[in-house]
C-alpha cells in the first residue's frame, strides 16, 4: 500500500501547489527588490502601499489562470506535451520578465523604461556576470516549473479536484476573463508615472507590455497622440515668417531675431569655438557649483574661475542622440538612439539623417569655419551617423582619431567599445597641434564627447580612486576632470587660449540610478532632467563671473554660442534664444520624447506637479515643442539651400519627399 500511497500523495502535493509556489516566489523576490529603494514605502500613503501589494499579485494571478487554462487541455489527453510546453513558455516568459525588471530596479531603481529601449544600444553598460547567473536561475526555476506541471497533469482525475483545473468552465471563464480585463486597464495606467523609479500602480508586466508598445509607436502615432492640456501655440509663441501654415513653420530670415553680435569682420579674425559635452554630467557635482565632494573636479573648477559660470541651467533633453540634436539646432527630436524610428533601426543612411537642420556647425561653415566633431565610438555606431547628419565637415571616431591623431596608441573604456577619456583629450590636443603647425587661418569650431562618465560604468583598472569614499559614481568624475585636465594644461599655454571661446556643458543631467542617488545630495529628483553646467571663457569679452539663468535650458546654447562670436545666421529655425536675450517661449520645457518637465530656478516639476500659475504658459510650450515633432516628423523644419540638396544627392543620400 504504502509503494502506491506515497507517489500519489506526492502527484497531490505537487498538483495542488506547483503553481502556487512558482507565482509567490517571483511575488516576493520582486517585493522584496522594491525594499531596496530608499524611502519609496516610507513616503508612501497607505492606499498607495496596499496598492503596490495588489497590483503585482492581479497581474501574476492572471499568468497563474493562463497557465492553469493549459493544464485544463491537457488533462483527459492523450498527446499532453504540446499543452505542457506551452504552460512552460509562459512561465519561462514570465521568469524572464521579472527577472529583467528585479535586475532593472535594482540597477536604476526603475523598470525597463521607454527611454531604457530607446537606448538600448548602452545594454551593453549594464551587463554583469549576476545578471548572467539570474538568467540561468530563471530559466531553471521555469523549468522546475513545467516539471511541475507535467506531474500534475499525469495525476489520476481522481486527484485533481483541489486544483483550479477543477472548476466549472463558467467559473474558470469568468475568473479568468475578470483577471484579463484587470490586467488591460493596469496596462492603461503605466505611462502616468514620470519619476524614475516604479509608481504605486505599476507591476513588472504591466509595465513592460506598456513600455514596449510605446517604444514601437511611431512617431506619427506619438505626435497625434494628445498630451496636454488644449492651450493654444499662439498663446505663448509667434511664429516666424508667414505663421504656423507655412511650409517651413519654423524657419526665420536674418532680421527676425534681435542680436547681441552682429556679423563682424571677416573670418580669420573670428574666434576659433571649442564646446565639450561632458557625458551625463549635473551641476551639483561640480566644485565650482557647490559640490559636497571637495577636491572631486578641480580642473573644471579651474576653468569656471576664468569663465562665465551659468547657474540654474537645465538639460532641455534626453539622452545623448536627442542632448547633443537638440544642443546643436536649438530644437528637440522626438527620436532617440532606439525604439521605433530611433537612430539604431533608422541607419546612418535612413529617414532621419534626411531631416534638415539648421544646426551650428553649419550656420559656422557659412562664416569660414572648419567644423570638426571628436567622438569616442567606433565608426560603425549609430552616433557617428546622427553627428554627420549635423553638417560637420568631418567626425572622428575612435578609429581615425587612433590612427590619424594618436599614432595608434589609445586605450578602450573597459565595457563600452569606446575611447577612455584620456585618449579622447589627448585626441583633440592632436588635432589642435596638427591645425598649428599646417598654419591654417580658417577658424575652428569643435566639439567633443566622452563616454567615461556615463550611466552604471565603474571604474576601469587603472583609473584613479576618489580617496575617502567608496562610489564609481565619483571615480568616474574624478577620472574624467584629470583627463580634462591634460587638455586644459595644453590649452593655457597654446596659442588658442586667446583667440577661443571655450564652452564646458554637458550633453544632458546625470542619470538618477543608485550610485547616483546615494551621492548626489538633497533634492535630488528621480527624474532625468536637472541643472546642468555651462562654463563660457570668452577672451576679450566683457562677461559677467556669473549669470542666473533662471531655469532656461539648453535650447538656448547654440544662440548663445553665435551671439558671443558675432555671427547672426542668415536664416534658421531655433527654437531657443541667447542667454543675453528674452526666450521665445513663456515657460522652460524639458522633453524626454513625450514625458514633459518644467523647469524653473525653484527646481524640476513634472507634468502633474506645475504649479498653477505656470500651467497655462507650460502647457502652451508643450504643445509648441509637439508642433515641432509633426515639423520633424514632415521634415519640415527647415529648408535647405539648393547647394545643400544637389550634395545630399551627389552623396547618395538624397532628399526626403515632402
Known sequence: MSS?????????????????AFLVALYLAYLAVLFLIPDIWNRAEPGRIVARLIVPAIELSMLGLVCAGFSRMALGRERRWPWVLGSGLVAVAVAIVYLAQIYSIRISNNFVSV??????????????????????????WAG?????????????????????????????????????????????????????????????????????????????????AGVSEPVSVSECYTFPGNGEGAPYPFQRHAGSQAGRGADQGDAPSRPNVIVIFAEGMSARMIGAYGGRYPGLTPNIDRLSRESMRVDNYYNHTAATFRGLIGQLSSGYSHAGGGGAGGWVKSGADGALSRIHRQTLPRVLGDYGYESHFLAPHKQNRPIIGMLKSLGFDRVHSSESTTGELLGGRSRERAGTGALDDVSLFRG?????????????????????????????????????????????????????????????????????????????????ATYPEPAYREVAGEGLKPVFVDRIPLLVRAPG???????????????????????????QPRTDSFLGTSLFQPRNLASSVTALGSNYFLTTAQGVFGMDEVP??????????????????????ENRIFEPSPSAVAAERAAGVGASSH
Open 612 to 633: 498653477e500659475k505656470d500651467r497655462a504658459s507650460f502647457h502652451c510650450g508643450v504643445n509648441v515643442v509637439r508642433r515641432f515633432y509633426q515639423a520633424e516628423r
Open 144 to 224: 522546475l516549473f513545467s516539471v511541475g506541471t507535467a506531474v500534475a497533469v499525469s495525476v489520476p482525475r481522481s486527484f485533481t479536484r483541489a486544483m483550479s483545473e477543477s472548476w466549472r468552465p463558467g467559473v474558470f471563464r469568468l475568473a479568468l476573463g475578470v483577471s484579463v480585463v484587470l490586467f488591460l486597464y493596469l496596462v492603461t495606467l503605466q505611462d502616468k508615472n514620470q519619476r524614475m523609479e516604479p509608481g504605486f500602480r505599476q507591476a513588472p508586466l504591466v509595465n513592460l507590455v506598456s513600455s514596449l508598445y510605446r517604444a514601437s509607436r511611431s512617431d506619427e502615432a506619438v505626435v497625434a
Open 541 to 567: 569679452s566683457e562677461l559677467p563671473a556669473r549669470m542666473d539663468a533662471h531655469g532656461r535650458n539648453s535650447l538656448d546654447l547654440t544662440p548663445t554660442v553665435l551671439e558671443l562670436i558675432g555671427v
Open 4 to 20: 502506491i500511497r506515497f507517489p500519489r500523495m506526492d502527484g497531490v502535493i505537487v498538483t495542488r501547489f506547483h503553481r502556487l
Open 428 to 508: 583633440l590636443v592632436s588635432l589642435l597641434k596638427s591645425r598649428q603647425a599646417a598654419g591654417t587661418d580658417k577658424p575652428l569650431f569643435l566639439a567633443t564627447y566622452n563616454i567615461g562618465t556615463h550611466a552604471f560604468l565603474r571604474r576601469a583598472e587603472g583609473e584613479q580612486v576618489f580617496d575617502g569614499h567608496d562610489s564609481p559614481v565619483l571615480d568616474k568624475f574624478l577620472n574624467f576632470d584629470i583627463a580634462l585636465g591634460e587638455f586644459l594644461d595644453y590649452f593655457e599655454r597654446s596659442p588658442y587660449r586667446d583667440n577661443t571661446l571655450l564652452v564646458f556643458t554637458s550633453d544632458h
Open 115 to 140: 527611454l531604457a529601449l530607446q537606448n538600448a544600444d548602452s545594454a551593453a553598460f549594464v551587463q554583469s556576470p549576476q545578471l548572467k547567473l539570474g538568467v540561468v536561475g530563471a530559466i531553471v
